[in-house]
């Protein structure tokens, strides 16, 4: 009950059209990975000028990098620019609520009606690379952060806003603050997940393959031995390990046809079309099934290609390269009874009458990071529908914003009130 009086004022004290605009003016600041400076530099001002507590620090990339469990990074970075904000004092309970600023490039401009920095809202849609993916959700955070401040509710524990750069490309950026030391009882990611619950994550890794060959002239090519053709024996040994990775995913992925998909991004053989390819490089991505480690896909992975490779007379004097680079999303799982989560679902009842619906999520974020670098029971759930991320003309719905706010103030009222 008393939590519930707390989360009428913290919801009275909520500025929604404040939140929206916050979500236009972070997409109307290009910030794809590797260059986020100037949207931090924005979301810490709105967080000072919200009466926040408000920390922002360069990590120290030189540092982190060294470190036995860094997560990799697929730009070139110089800097990774960080801000956390917090409410409420030390207690006996502490929510961290995350979001990333940087976004990923915005492809070929052609295929986009507006700027892709536009911020523009059209018949009830936010317009804009990082729309969905995740200026919303970060905005959404701030409010509800700021909404807590301002109701002036007494609180038993700290609500902190982690705005982060680097998650399109591996994590760095909660890596980093977590390195920084920030840890509470919980932690909810923004991610657009359409408002569902999240509470497992599988897990991806890129890898690199290489595949040797036997140059010769077109017309001979008996003589030689085609890259290609020996591709084509590892990719169907690596659809045999795919199957098997799939074989019984986690009840939260049963509706997915391919869970944890291992699928080739990039190939490139041979240098002259009337020459047998002597090298054949592409990378690709696998996934990691809720339940094993990064390891063990790494090692069944190793294995799948050398089993190729011993069957062929070729391949077993010539074995193919592995190498793992760039992103390495290790899968994560949350309990979401957890009080924390509890008063999540709790809040999203109060607004739409029903429980949220519980997913699973194919694809890698930082979830995983503050539950295996830091022992933080973490979930997603945020505005916005996955399928905009990353694609030409991204969306969201503003009212889909509100209700987001809504229910994050809602929950963090009353998880922290005392
Ligand atoms: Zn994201």
New binding site residues.
């Given amino acids: 009950v008393i939590g519930q009086r707390a989360e009428v004022k913290a919801l009275e004290a909520l500025d929604t059209d404040a939140c929206v605009r916050l979500a236009q003016e972070l997409v109307r600041i290009p910030s794809v990975t590797g260059e986020e400076r100037a949207v931090q530099d924005h979301v810490a001002s709105v967080m000072s000028a919200a009466g926040l507590e408000v920390e922002r620090f360069d990590a120290d990339l030189a540092r982190l990098k060294q470190h036995p469990r860094f997560p990799g990074m697929e730009v070139e970075r110089t800097e990774a620019v960080l801000v956390a904000a917090t409410t409420g004092p030390r207690g006996d309970r502490s929510l961290i609520l995350n979001g990333?600023v940087d976004v990923v490039p915005v492809g070929d401009g052609q295929h986009w009606q507006a700027s892709p920095w536009s911020g523009h809202v059209h018949a009830g849609r936010l317009y804009g690379r990082g729309a969905a993916?995740?200026k919303a959700?970060l905005a959404v955070g701030i409010a509800a952060a700021s909404a807590l401040r301002k109701s002036g509710i007494p609180l038993r524990g700290r609500l902190v806003v982690h705005s982060v750069v680097g998650?399109?490309d591996g994590g760095v950026g909660t890596f980093a603050m977590l390195d920084r030391g920030y840890r509470a009882d919980a932690a909810i990611i923004l991610?657009?997940t359409g408002l569902r619950l999240i509470p497992a994550q599988a897990g991806a890794l890129s890898f690199r393959l290489r595949i040797p060959g036997r140059a010769a002239h077109a017309s001979v090519r008996y003589e030689g031995v085609s890259a290609i053709d020996k591709f084509e024996l590892v990719q169907a040994r690596l659809r045999q390990l795919e199957r098997s990775l799939n074989a019984s995913p986690h009840e939260l992925f049963r509706r997915y046809p391919i869970p944890y998909a291992l699928s080739i991004g990039r190939l490139r053989a041979g240098s002259w079309s009337a020459m047998v390819p002597d090298d054949l490089r592409c990378e690709g991505r696998v996934g990691v099934p809720i339940g094993m480690s990064s390891g063990d896909v790494r090692g069944q992975f190793e294995a799948a290609v050398a089993d190729a490779a011993v069957k062929d007379s070729w391949l077993s004097e010539h074995p193919p390269l592995v190498e793992w680079y760039g992103g390495q999303f290790n899968a994560a799982e949350a309990n979401p009874d957890l009080p924390a989560f509890q008063a999540l679902r709790e809040a999203h009842g109060q607004e739409f009458g029903v429980p949220p619906e519980m997913d699973g999520a194919p694809y890698g974020?930082d979830m995983r990071l503050y539950i295996h670098e830091a022992e933080i029971p973490a979930i997603l759930y945020g505005p916005g529908d996955i399928r905009q991320?990353h694609s030409a003309n991204e969306s969201i719905a503003v009212s889909e914003i509100v209700q987001a706010a809504r229910v994050l103030t809602g929950a963090a009222a009353r998880y922290l009130a005392a």
């Fill in positions: 990333h993916d995740m959700g998650e399109e991610e657009p974020s991320a």
